[in-house]
C-alpha cells in the first residue's frame, strides 16, 4: 500500500510531458545562446514560464525582457518573478516582432521559442531584431516539428536566406534530438 501511494505522490509531482517538452527546449536554447551572467536578453514571444524560470537565475547581472501581443500573457510574465520585475531585471510589454518596443543596439541576444511562423512579417521581424541586437549579437530561434504545427511551418533553409538578408552570419541548424522535438538556428549579428 505504501509503494501505491509513493508512486501517486511521484505522479501528481511530476511535470506534465508538455511541460517537460519546454523545459528541454529552453534548456537547448539556452545553450545555444550561451547565456552569461551580464547578458540583456530578450525573448520573442511569451511562450510560458520555462524560460523565464530557466533562464533569469544565470542573469546574475543581467536582465531579461520579453514582449508579446496579448496583454494577459505580458502580465503573467512580469508577475513570475515580483522581485526581478520591481528591480527591473525582468521587463516583458506588450509588442509585435515587426516593431519591437526597446532602443537600438539595446540587447546582447535574442530568442524566440517555436513563434517565427506566427510573424506577420518574418523579414521585417529580421530587421527588428537586428535594429535591437548588438553588433556580434546572437539570435536562436526554435523552429517546431511538422508534427507541432505553430502558424506557419517554415523550413530552416528559408529562415537562413532571410536571416542572411537581414545582415546576419555564421548560421547554424542544430538538429532536433527526436521527431517531437523542434530545431534551433543560430546566428550572430554582423558588426557593421
Same mark, same amino acid.
Given at each position: 500500500?505504501?509503494?501505491?501511494?509513493?508512486?501517486?505522490?511521484?505522479?501528481?509531482?511530476?511535470?506534465?510531458?508538455? &511541460?517537460?517538452?519546454?523545459?528541454?527546449?529552453?534548456?537547448?536554447?539556452?545553450?545555444?545562446?550561451? #547565456?552569461?551572467?551580464?547578458?540583456?536578453?530578450?525573448? +520573442?514571444?511569451?511562450?510560458?514560464?520555462?524560460? %523565464?524560470? &530557466? %533562464?533569469?537565475?544565470?542573469?546574475?547581472?543581467?536582465?531579461?525582457?520579453? %514582449?508579446?501581443?496579448?496583454?494577459?500573457?505580458? $502580465?503573467?510574465?512580469? @508577475?513570475?518573478?515580483?522581485?526581478?520585475? $520591481?528591480?527591473?531585471?525582468? @521587463?516583458?510589454?506588450?509588442?509585435? !516582432?515587426?516593431?519591437?518596443?526597446?532602443?537600438? @543596439?539595446?540587447?546582447?541576444?535574442?530568442?524566440?521559442?517555436?513563434? +517565427?511562423?506566427?510573424?506577420?512579417?518574418?523579414?521585417?521581424?529580421? &530587421? @527588428?531584431?537586428?535594429? !535591437?541586437?548588438?553588433?556580434?549579437?546572437? #539570435? !536562436?530561434?526554435?523552429?517546431?516539428?511538422?508534427?507541432?504545427? +505553430?502558424?506557419?511551418?517554415?523550413?530552416?533553409?528559408? %529562415?537562413?536566406?532571410?536571416?542572411?538578408?537581414?545582415?546576419?552570419?555564421?548560421?547554424?541548424?542544430?538538429?532536433?534530438?527526436?521527431?517531437?522535438?523542434? +530545431?534551433?538556428?543560430?546566428?550572430?549579428?554582423?558588426?557593421?
Amino acid at each position: 500500500m505504501f509503494d501505491f501511494m509513493k508512486k501517486k505522490k511521484a505522479e501528481e509531482t511530476a511535470p506534465a510531458p508538455l &511541460q517537460r517538452s519546454q523545459d528541454e527546449l529552453v534548456e537547448r536554447v539556452a545553450e545555444a545562446l550561451g #547565456v552569461s551572467d551580464d547578458d540583456t536578453i530578450l525573448q +520573442v514571444g511569451y511562450g510560458g514560464d520555462a524560460a %523565464i524560470r &530557466q %533562464i533569469l537565475p544565470l542573469l546574475t547581472q543581467g536582465r531579461l525582457a520579453g %514582449i508579446d501581443r496579448d496583454a494577459n500573457k505580458v $502580465r503573467q510574465a512580469n @508577475e513570475l518573478s515580483p522581485e526581478a520585475f $520591481r528591480s527591473f531585471r525582468l @521587463e516583458f510589454k506588450e509588442g509585435v !516582432v515587426s516593431r519591437i518596443p526597446f532602443p537600438n @543596439e539595446h540587447f546582447s541576444k535574442v530568442f524566440a521559442l517555436d513563434t +517565427v511562423g506566427t510573424w506577420l512579417s518574418i523579414p521585417k521581424g529580421l &530587421q @527588428e531584431i537586428s535594429r !535591437v541586437l548588438l553588433p556580434l549579437g546572437r #539570435v !536562436v530561434f526554435s523552429l517546431p516539428p511538422a508534427s507541432r504545427k +505553430v502558424g506557419e511551418n517554415v523550413p530552416p533553409a528559408e %529562415i537562413r536566406g532571410l536571416l542572411q538578408d537581414a545582415g546576419f552570419e555564421n548560421m547554424e541548424v542544430l538538429a532536433a534530438p527526436n521527431a517531437d522535438a523542434s +530545431v534551433i538556428i543560430t546566428a550572430q549579428k554582423t558588426f557593421s
